[in-house]
Nanobody
């Protein structure tokens, strides 16, 4: 079992920044990829960014150049630095990982960007 605990969401004005954190605990040796997804009401959850254990990253086109995903393997934590935030970035952000063929999600953290 893996537990994921997110933190760092909140309310910010357009153009501002936030940093999300996701701490993993439990059977963490099975974890490789870690990802951030986001979801708004009535829409499907969308992939925002991903990072492998080795540090290879990928981003959605909508956040490329503004968001940075990173991880600290010693702390079993993944981060999402979000800069130049836009109102359309408003969503619940979820941490995701897969280990031993099981998918794990965090509880989600709300990010609200005001115009």
């Amino acid at each position: 079992q893996v537990q994921l605990a997110e933190s760092g969401g909140g309310l910010v004005q357009a153009g501002g920044s936030l940093r999300l954190s996701c701490a993993a605990s439990g059977s963490i040796n099975s974890i490789n990829d870690m990802r951030w997804y986001r979801q708004t009401p009535g829409k499907q959850r969308e992939l925002v960014a991903s990072i492998t254990r080795g540090g290879t990253t990928n981003y959605a086109d909508s956040v490329e150049g503004r968001f940075t995903i990173s991880r600290d393997n010693a702390k079993n934590t993944v981060y999402l630095q979000m800069n130049s935030l836009k109102p359309e970035d408003t969503a619940v952000y979820y941490c995701y990982t897969i280990g031993a063929m099981t998918v794990y999600w965090g509880q989600g953290t709300q990010v609200t960007v005001s115009s």
